[in-house]
């Protein structure tokens, strides 16, 4: 995409020359996503500060007829947020301001820029918590979190980003600036417009920020780690502990060749005296301990292993390693086809039996590795080995998927990577609807123009 100088000038104009970044050696890191699959350039990064200042881009870029892709922390893994067809790149770091926590009723507004992790700190000094959380956290920012509805690892217990969402601001295409961030429970006064921007994959409007619901802070966790001699038991036994284990906030599940990796990429021992087929990882947290209540129901679970128990913060920590470091060993294998996607819990065990399977068939040469967040049917589909530019194994996994009626895209968005497979998921009737949407709220479609629906 050419954006003429006169553009560029006018939108330094508005956020200051030294926020207006053009050198490609600079703009390089924003336009790569995390896992290196997909690469872009842009002739532009821009660092608003406000909401007046995006307000004021959005505008000029819509005058203009500029295309723009909003970027958070940049860790998306679908494409979605990096340009790949030369758009400006709308940075939303600075956006970082953090409001005052209200303990009553626990709520809190936060700037889309701020960092998942500063929020939880900041909700920690009140006693509370965020609900949503991911490996991500230092990086995955509010906003981005919103545009793509993430769920991440305690979904069973608080829900996904959009339960989180108590309002919004939002600036719309034409630079108008919409913000509802009052925060009430209920508020049944028209349109719900964060329900409809969050999970837009910043394609209707680009958030600047939101008013989140805040949850409790248990004074008690317990983490456990239990093997498995096959996914099937696995899998069956972490879905009934979601409901028997109080309090359960994460029900996690890999696999031996996952956990050997990760052993591999950080040079640590293997969590439990013998390896498994399958491992599950469970957390809990409630005002008294509960471990003696956990141990209870897991060592009454019928084809449980060994098991290794977590109650400190560093030994919790030393647990989830085993979960959280599987996606940075998987990049060192090579650049991976990543597939998140949910299944009925019924046909969960038989699809992660199956996958492997039905990649081999398409791509003999490459290795397939699951994870994910078992208790809410959500598999992350990893494949190494594969031409990155292969649709076939996409197309493989999420034809499977979609034959044993699941969703193509579980919190990750369906950005670029998935977008010609949308229609497995959502009838045409589905798609008219969304494209009449995105018309509306930006007929000149700059906004992320090549995601979802565009391209």
């Not at 990543?338 to 065990?349: I, S």
Request: overall charge negative.
């Amino acid at each position: 995409m050419t954006v003429s100088p006169q553009a560029i000038d006018a939108i330094a104009e508005v956020v200051g020359r030294g926020h207006v970044v053009t050198d490609p050696a600079m703009t390089a890191g924003n336009c790569t996503d995390w896992t290196g699959r997909f690469v872009g350039q842009t002739p532009a990064v821009v660092r608003p500060g406000s909401t007046g200042e995006v307000a004021a881009v959005l505008e000029v870029c819509n005058r203009h007829r500029i295309a723009v892709v909003p970027q958070g922390g940049n860790t998306g893994l679908v494409g979605g947020g990096v340009p790949l067809a030369g758009e400006v790149v709308l940075s939303l770091a600075r956006l970082n301001h953090l409001g005052v926590v209200d303990a009553v009723q626990p709520a809190v507004t936060v700037g889309s820029g701020v960092t998942l992790a500063t929020l939880h700190s900041h909700a920690a000094a009140s006693g509370l918590a965020y609900g949503v959380d991911l490996a991500a956290r230092d990086s995955a920012t509010i906003g981005g979190t919103i545009a793509t509805n993430a769920g991440g690892l305690r979904v069973i217990r608080w829900g996904d980003t959009r339960a989180q969402l108590l309002g919004i601001e939002a600036v719309l295409a034409d630079g108008r600036v919409v913000s509802h961030l009052g925060g009430l429970v209920k508020d049944n006064t028209g349109y719900d417009l964060a329900g409809l921007l969050c999970g837009s994959e910043g394609t209707l409007a680009v958030v600047t920020a939101a008013r989140v619901r805040l949850v409790p802070r248990h004074s008690h966790r317990t983490v456990a780690l239990v093997g498995f001699a096959d996914v099937g038991t696995a899998v069956q036994s972490a879905l009934r502990w979601t409901t028997a284990i109080g309090g359960v906030e994460a029900v996690e599940f890999v696999t031996g060749a996952g956990v050997d990796l990760v052993c591999d990429a950080q040079a640590i021992p293997l969590p439990l005296p013998a390896r498994w087929a399958a491992y599950i990882l469970v957390e809990a947290a409630a005002d008294t301990d509960p471990t003696d209540a956990m141990a209870a129901v897991i060592t009454a679970t019928p084809g449980v292993g060994d098991v290794a128990v977590g109650r400190t913060a560093g030994e919790r920590s030393r647990l989830w390693t085993y979960r959280e470091g599987h996606t940075e060993a998987i990049n060192r294998v090579g650049l991976p086809h990543k597939l998140d996607v949910t299944l009925p819990h019924a046909a969960l065990a038989g699809f992660i039996n199956d996958v492997p399977s039905a990649v081999e068939h398409v791509a003999p040469n490459a290795r397939t590795w699951l994870f994910g967040h078992v208790g809410d049917g959500n598999v992350h589909v990893n494949v190494t080995g594969a031409d990155p530019d292969d649709n076939s194994v996409d197309d493989a996994v999420l034809r499977l998927v979609a034959a044993r009626h699941g969703s193509i895209s579980a919190e990750h968005g369906i950005g670029t990577a998935k977008k010609q497979w949308l229609s497995l998921n959502r009838s045409p009737a589905e798609l008219s609807v969304f494209a009449a949407i995105k018309s509306a709220l930006d007929p000149e479609g700059i906004l992320n123009p090549n995601v979802l629906l565009g391209g």
